[in-house]
T-cell receptor
Framework: DQQVKQNSPSLSVQEGRISILNCDYTNSMFDYFLWYKKYPAEGPTFLISISSIKDKNEDGRFTVFLNKSAKHLSLHIVPSQPGDSAVYFCAASHGKLTFGQGTILTVHP | DTAVSQTPKYLVTQMGNDKSIKCEQNLGHDTMYWYKQDSKKFLKIMFSYNNKELIINETVPNRFSPKSPDKAHLNLHINSLELGDSAVYFC?????????????FGPGTRLTVL
């Protein structure tokens, strides 16, 4: 019973364009949401987060949107760069982190 | 000067063996975690320790036993290894274990059980 799901295993985007990564969750008790980025042979690194009392949080090229009624989270990267190519995990917290299965983002030059 | 380090990086062993994975953090954090990334790529928490005390113990077989000799170290010992234990194991740490803490991950240990 996966409470956090990333239904797109992969996403391919041209450099300079927008990347949109999506995440759905089922547990309404989650009150904090995060995105982690992972390069091969490395551990996940924190990217951006959002509290359930907000619907948007922005940090440079990265913006996270939260739609609580739809139980949906998205990460926008604008403009996308080849160095953004990685696996992106969303995670939701209610005392402990529950991760999705990740989306592989490839940004082509 | 790696923040969270794990050894070994790769571990290949036979079914039935006992093995340990070590984790150390030099961030001065109070809380450490073990996660398992299974074949479906989900990262699932196994254990968390706060200042050497067990805080989270998910539904994990008794063959898995974490040990925290001090708050900078959290080792994972696995007895009687099974094929299904093959996975990537990540150690992580966070300042206090709070719900909004950022967790810092190690590079992972890929365990293969033959």
């Amino acid at each position: 019973d996966q409470q956090v799901k990333q239904n797109s295993p992969s996403l391919s985007v041209q450099e300079g364009r927008i990347s949109i990564l999506n995440c759905d969750y089922t547990n309404s008790m989650f009150d904090y949401f995060l995105w982690y980025k992972k390069y091969p042979a490395e551990g996940p690194t924190f990217l951006i987060s959002i509290s359930s009392i907000k619907d948007k949080n922005e940090d440079g090229r990265f913006t996270v949107f939260l739609n609580k009624s739809a139980k949906h989270l998205s990460l926008h990267i604008v403009p996308s760069q080849p160095g953004d190519s990685a696996v992106y995990f969303c995670a939701a917290s209610h005392g402990k982190l529950t991760f999705g299965q990740g989306t592989i983002l490839t940004v082509h030059p | 000067d790696t923040a969270v380090s794990q050894t070994p990086k790769y571990l290949v062993t036979q079914m039935g063996n006992d093995k340990s994975i070590k984790c150390e953090q030099n961030l001065g954090h109070d809380t450490m975690y073990w996660y398992k990334q299974d074949s479906k790529k989900f990262l699932k928490i196994m254990f968390s320790y706060n200042n050497k005390e067990l805080i989270i113990n998910e539904t994990v077989p008794n063959r898995f036993s974490p040990k925290s000799p001090d708050k900078a170290h959290l080792n994972l010992h696995i007895n009687s290894l099974e094929l299904g234990d093959s996975a990537v194991y990540f150690c992580a740490s966070s300042p206090s274990g709070g719900a909004q803490d950022t967790q810092y991950f190690g590079p992972g240990t890929r365990l293969t059980v033959l």
